[in-house]
């Protein structure tokens, strides 16, 4: 499977950015999604993650009650809705699949896509 993350940018802190991971191929479902990022310096850090169904959802500490993981299997696509950002935010995210169900491990993942960087001013 390829993916195509993209809606990175420049946000003020307190705002919001929707990244969305585009995903080819015809077993999109069969596929839990997660999403990562990485600060320059740091390790590959994990973000949240869905089920191919949709229906069960992991987030990490830091993330939950901000951010949202979803995604819409008719169209191949997995979204991550970021609200009230804070610089510490600022990173490359990535998105990332795997056959059959999460983890919030990043070596687990098969296929990975190209990164979008998201920047968040004080």
């Known amino acids: 499977v390829q993916l195509q993350a993209s809606g990175g940018g420049l946000v003020q802190a307190g705002g919001s950015l929707r990244l969305s991971c585009a995903a080819s191929?015809?077993?999109?479902?069969?596929?839990?999604m997660g999403w990562f990022r990485q600060s320059p310096g740091k390790e590959r850090e994990f973000v949240a993650a869905i089920s191919g169904s949709g229906h069960s959802t992991n987030y990490a500490d830091s993330m939950k009650g901000r951010f949202t993981i979803s995604r819409d299997n008719a169209k191949n696509t997995v979204l991550l809705q970021m609200n009230s950002l804070k610089p510490e935010d600022t990173a490359v995210y990535y998105c990332a699949a795997r056959r059959i169900y999460f983890t919030s491990v990043a070596s687990d993942y098969e296929y990975w896509g190209q990164g979008t960087l998201v920047t968040v001013s004080s």
């Open positions: 191929g015809r077993t999109f479902s069969t596929y839990a």
